[in-house]
């Protein structure tokens, strides 16, 4: 089972990012699919959140509004469109795959928001 999380990076405040998160060794289209975040010194934080049909998403208060999740079942891949990005966005950002009482991770990329 893997989870790969890319298209982190710097990027100043006010700008986008779109963090792709690829799947595989699993039945992708049967779970649902978050991202969350990890800022130093901080708890993992639930962002978004998507059902195993895309039909249903659910957001923090932090990110709703500049946050976008979308998933790609036949590509076996969940989006992240991050627009108006602020610097306190900035954390390692993670996929997470879950079903009942199965969760899997990806190890994280990095997001830095700084002028």
């Known amino acids: 089972v893997q989870l790969v999380e890319s298209g982190g990076g710097l990027v100043q405040p006010g700008g986008s990012l779109r963090l792709s998160c690829a799947a595989s060794g699993f039945t992708f289209s049967r779970y649902a699919m978050s991202w969350h975040r990890q800022a130093p010194g901080k708890e993992r934080e639930l962002l978004a959140s998507?059902?195993?049909?895309?039909?249903?998403?659910n957001y923090a208060d932090s990110v709703k509004g500049r946050f976008t999740i979308a998933r790609d079942n036949a590509k076996n891949t969940v989006y992240l469109q991050m627009n108006s990005l602020k610097p306190e966005d900035t954390a390692v950002y993670y996929c997470?795959?879950?079903?009942?009482?199965?969760?899997?991770w990806g190890q994280g990329t990095q997001v830095t928001v700084s002028s």
């Open positions: 997470r795959g879950n079903r009942g009482v199965v969760d899997y």
């Open positions: 998507i059902g195993s049909g895309g039909g249903f998403t």
